[in-house]
């Protein structure tokens, strides 16, 4: 069974050069293709009147992946031997899965139903992985095997890219808003990043707790706190916070009517909309500085500040004496970029102008070769439509996913998947010879079974496993002892 990503899969126009796409495809068409009978199962949304009933999605289906997709109505009744009377059907989808609650509740036994005759779970649907559902987390108990599919994989690489810190200069460009919720992610954001840049609601709140005079009607209730946090977490650390000096504002009384405003003065009765000139120059003026060329970032000889690049290198002679320092050399940093959240401060669902004069900035660093991360359904469109290059950034539609990651809490699709060793064995080094069968003792406890097994049956090679450490030394050194190769 495969559980697939609706959002990606039944969209309008399929662009079959986005990464995300590609893998969700190739997912489906690798199982089936490998002798597999593939079931589908999702949930999608009915908004779109065509694609409301399983047989339409199915149809969809069907045409974007050049196989047969045939739906089945019997989640809650025998579901394996309906898909046995099916003939000529070289896929199954399942019904809607947000047509039932069981699926939002976890039910056990709607889990055990949905796995009927199932062998392999492979989860795909990323956008899904914080939530609790009975068709990614129920259906594991009940199934040989959970695994990732390829997008999953592919979402997972781009979460460990974005905790990940490197010798580039690491900055996060916030938007949204809430942050009471999301405090514990800024806090690890602070903790990794060399520079923060707010620039969506969270950045009065910010703005408040740097002290600076910011209107009680666009505060957050009791997130003083959370804000005061992560602002000395950053002072402690050295690095910058950058939030907006200028808004677009507007009034009610004044339909269609914009003004500008700094940040700290905000007239009465006007609402901030957009970030104005001043705020987009500054965030450019940073994204885009050079740094002056000479010895290396972090060599003992020079005075460097990995964020803001100022700093002086020297020419040296042979016997290191200081001869004269170098102005006139610049390069252009390759930043690590992170955005996630929306560059809005109304309610509005369009994306604003200062959302696509931030695009344009990533468009050109991206360009430049810079690691950009751009996460959130309304930051991902502006960037597809804004760069000539968009497969150039990695996108992660659902920032939720990507909050919760932040804020360090298990993601329960991801904990219900099977664990790979985490380690490469050379197996070659292991045994005499690594070709011949396996056999695996699970339990071997001080060994003797195995070993006697070992000694009789020379062709075979025994692999025992035991979770007594004090067992398992001892059983190493026998087979030291003993001096036997297959075992």
Known sequence: MVRFDSTLLLQGELDHRTRSISSALFTIKYLYEAGAKVLLASDWDKSNPKLTLAESIADLLSSILQYKVVPVHSVCCNLASEMAGLENADIFLLENLSEFKEEVANCSNFAQKLSSGVDIFVNDSFSQCHKILASTVGVARFTNSRMAGFHFEEGLCQLKKVAKTSSNPYVAVIGGGNLFDKASALHFLASRCDGLIFVGKMSFQIMHAMGLSVPLDFLELGALKEALDIVHLARDRDIQILYPQDFWCKNDRFPGKLELFPAHGILDGWVPVDLGPLSLDEIKSLLTKCKRLGHSPGCKDCIYDKLTGEGIWFIYGKEGTRLL??????????????????????????????????????????????????????????????????????????????????????????????????????????????????????????????????????????????INEKLVRRCLDSVQRSGIKNG
Not at 368 to 379: E, L, P, Q, S, Y
Request: proline letters at 3%; hydrophobic letters at 45%.
């Open 325 to 466: 320092p170098l102005y006139n050399l610049f390069f252009f940093v390759f930043w690590k970029i992170l955005w996630i959240g929306t560059v809005k401060f109304s309610g509005s669902d369009k994306h604003t102008n200062g959302a696509s004069k931030l695009a344009q900035m990533l468009d050109v660093l991206c360009k430049r070769k810079c690691d950009i991360t751009v996460v959130g359904n309304m930051a991902c469109k502006v960037i597809m439509q804004e760069s000539t290059g968009a497969s150039d950034f990695s996108m992660v539609a659902n920032a939720s996913v990507v909050w919760e990651f932040l804020k360090v809490r298990k993601l329960p699709g991801v904990m219900a998947l099977d664990r790979a060793y985490p380690f490469d064995i050379n197996w070659n080094a292991t045994y005499c010879n690594a070709t011949q069968p396996l056999v695996v003792d699970i339990g071997s406890g001080n060994g003797l079974f195995i070993l006697g097994m070992a000694r009789k049956r020379t062709d075979l090679n025994f692999l025992g496993l035991e």
